[in-house]
């Protein structure tokens, strides 16, 4: 496993009632680098474990001192957000994995189409420096609930002008997701981040024009959902996991002390992939085809049916 | 130990490169078991004991004002081996901060950066250069800023824009190549450019290591050993120059085996470049003659049987086909099952 970073909680800011902004310094020498559409794991120490969250990295790519990073509180949190919004404070030390980018702009693009929703307005924080510096031709679409998911409205207003265009569920204003992919001229990428729902209604809607899916970009940074308990057993070290119901796979294993190479901890980047031999498994992954499916599995999302006995070749 | 560099010598012509005993002594020798067949040999790259070709992001070593001078040779002939497609110029810089912030730090007696914001100042003593330049303003370097910084660090670079899933060769300085071309894979995705190796693709090979490849995070680089053999210490073996060397591979005898074919050991070297995201693929060649070799009994050993062992598409697609057995043959004085029977 990659060694963690140690930071130095310097800055925090409640932007809305559920959106911090947190600001992070090393401990000692310098940060290392990122780009544009970056995110690093923060490792919250629970009273009972650790949890790793990915949050997007949102400043800017140029400035080397510092990161920032904004979460957003989570209604059914598994205690990550709300450790964040409630423990964490200025002074505070945390780890943090080192910055990986899954979300990075095109080199090829002529047109940048950026979509957010809510939180996922933060992987874009850190484009805009790099698509102004490359003079690159873009627009930001940001659908939030103002007040509440806007985190980042006025400071967007003032920076972009015409190229921001905002919708506020509140006020009844909604993305028209049909005209604003059916108006972009051939060779625009789209990028999207946010709820799953408006993941999927993009890749629908630029599925059903005819968009090539190589110009079609999403993250998704949603904590595991919650299953059924099941247990796995290690066919290699002989090992038995219980993974309790609001526990991934991939955290019940770092927690027995078997560490399984990992990114994105969503189901997309396909870093943890590992072969099963024996039992039913629910994939909840976005990368393994159904061939792949057979024999291996995502453990940060995917896990064991309840009953049966996953054997892992681990 | 501060490495000391050796007066010139040549890699063309008259062939004057040499090992000294301290290079043979820390020569990458490839293999770890008795045969050799293609696979995903790729491991983190922690560093290793110090003097170690592992000891360092980026090796230097006694051949370095040599290799300088035959990249600067390379490039007067041809200038198109270094080539830098206009939306990698990010990563031309990251590619110059991170060689200029490694060399610096691991070589302090030879190189210095010192950076006042984007104020750099450049000190490279055994090339007695000293550039100040402002980070980012490629106006203010004598040349484009990959081909300044590598012109001034051992070994091939490739750039290679990370972008659909797949690693795509749009940059590079390439004047050293084991048989093969950036101006021919220029703009081809990993597995294109991959396409003509046997075996290796039905084995699954090419897949994984790709999606390893794709995953590397800033600070944690990986690297692997690659090999081939090539006829007199020749470093440009590119596809351009076929003809200086493609027929040298036929004038192989007993007699002069053991001082002609050499070797070739590639240290690649694979660190994700911070700002671009672009992957930096560093190809670190090491020659090393049979003779050279055999100075350690155990290495020329392995080499005859793997060499023996080889499968024929392995030995056709590295060029070997034509001088194996001679080689084989000469090799076999050190096995001693050989010798026995």
């Not at chain 1, 790793?52 to 920032?68: F, I, K, M, Q």
């Not at chain 2, 020569?27 to 491991?43: G, L, Q, R, W």
């Not at chain 2, 085996?257 to 660190?271: D, G, I, N, W």
Request: aromatic share 10%; proline share 7%; charged share 25%.
């Amino acid at each position: 496993m990659s060694a963690a970073i140690e930071v130095r909680v310097a800055a925090v800011r409640q932007l809305t009632p559920v959106v911090r902004e947190f600001t992070f310094e090393p401990l000692q020498g310098r940060l290392p680098g990122f780009s544009a559409g970056s995110h690093v794991v923060v490792h919250m120490p629970l009273a009972e474990r650790t949890l790793r969250n990915a949050y997007s990295l949102l400043s800017d790519p140029t400035e080397r001192g510092h990161y920032r990073i904004a979460v957003r509180l989570q209604d059914e949190s598994r205690g990550g957000s709300r450790f964040m919004h409630e423990q964490v404070k200025e002074g505070d030390r945390l780890q943090l994995s080192p910055p990986a980018n899954l979300f990075s702009p095109s080199s090829q693009a002529r047109r940048h189409l950026l979509i957010a929703g809510g939180i996922g307005i933060t992987p874009f924080l850190s484009y805009l420096p790099e698509l102004r510096a490359r003079g690159a031709d873009f627009s930001l679409h940001y659908a939030f609930r103002g007040g509440l998911t806007d985190a980042y409205r006025q400071q967007l207003q003032a920076e972009l002008g015409e190229r921001l265009s905002c919708y506020d569920a509140e006020a009844g204003c909604f993305l028209d997701l049909p005209r604003l992919l059916g108006e972009q001229p051939l060779g625009s990428h789209v990028y999207v981040c946010g709820p799953q729902s408006l993941i999927e209604a993009v890749r629908e809607q630029a599925a059903a024009l005819g968009w090539p899916a190589s110009r079609v970009h999403w993250e998704v940074f949603a904590a595991p959902e919650p299953g059924q308990p099941f247990v796995a057993q290690l066919a290699r070290s002989g090992k038995r996991v219980a993974v309790g119901s609001d526990f991934s796979l991939l955290e019940a294993l770092e927690q027995a002390g078997v560490e399984v190479p990992n990114l994105c901890r969503g189901g997309v980047c396909g870093q943890c992939d590992t072969r099963y031999l024996d039992g039913e498994v629910e994939h909840r992954d976005a990368f393994l085809g159904a061939a792949e499916r057979a024999t291996h599995l995502m453990p940060c999302v995917s896990r064991g049916r309840c009953g049966s006995a996953l054997l892992l070749d681990l | 130990m501060p490495v000391t560099f050796k007066p010139l010598e040549s890699y063309r012509d008259d062939f004057s490169f040499a090992n000294s005993a301290e290079a043979i002594r820390r020569f990458p020798f490839p293999f770890a078991e008795d045969s050799y067949m293609y696979s995903v040999n790729i491991e983190p790259a922690t560093p290793r004991e110090p003097g170690s070709v592992f000891a360092h992001w980026f090796d230097i070593d006694e051949h370095y004002l040599s290799e300088m001078a035959e990249r600067a040779l390379v490039l007067e002939k041809d200038p198109d081996r270094c080539l830098v497609m206009p939306h990698m110029a990010q990563a031309a810089w990251d590619t110059l901060e991170m060689l200029m912030e490694h060399l610096a730090a691991d070589y302090p007696e030879h190189f210095e950066l010192r950076r006042e914001g984007s104020d750099w100042l450049w000190i490279n003593r055994p090339l007695q250069i000293e550039q100040r330049f402002t980070f980012g303003d490629p106006a203010s370097l004598p040349c484009e800023p990959l081909e300044y910084i590598t012109r001034q660090v051992q070994g091939d670079f490739a750039v290679l824009d990370q972008r659909d899933g797949n690693l795509y060769m749009d940059a590079g300085m390439v004047t050293c190549p084991a048989d093969w071309s950036i101006k021919f894979d220029a703009g081809m995705s990993f597995t294109q450019w991959h396409a003509p190796v046997p075996m290796a693709h039905q084995m699954g090979v090419f897949e994984r290591a790709l999606k390893y490849l794709l995953n590397i995070q800033v600070d944690h680089p990986v690297r692997r050993l690659n090999w081939t053999m090539t006829i007199n210490p020749r470093l440009d073996t590119s596809s351009e120059t076929f003809h200086e060397w493609g027929h040298e591979r036929s004038q192989i005898t007993p007699e002069n085996v053991a001082r002609k074919v050499h070797l070739r050991v590639e240290l690649q070297f694979m660190p994700r470049l911070p700002r671009s995201n672009a992957l930096l693929f560093g190809i670190r060649t090491y020659l090393i003659s049979l003779e050279e070799l055999a100075s350690n009994p155990a290495w020329a050993c392995r080499l005859h049987r793997v060499l023996r062992d080889l499968p024929e598409a392995i030995a056709d697609y590295k060029g070997l086909s034509l001088y194996r057995q001679t080689v084989v043959d000469w090799l076999a004085q050190f096995d001693p099952e050989a010798v026995a029977a």
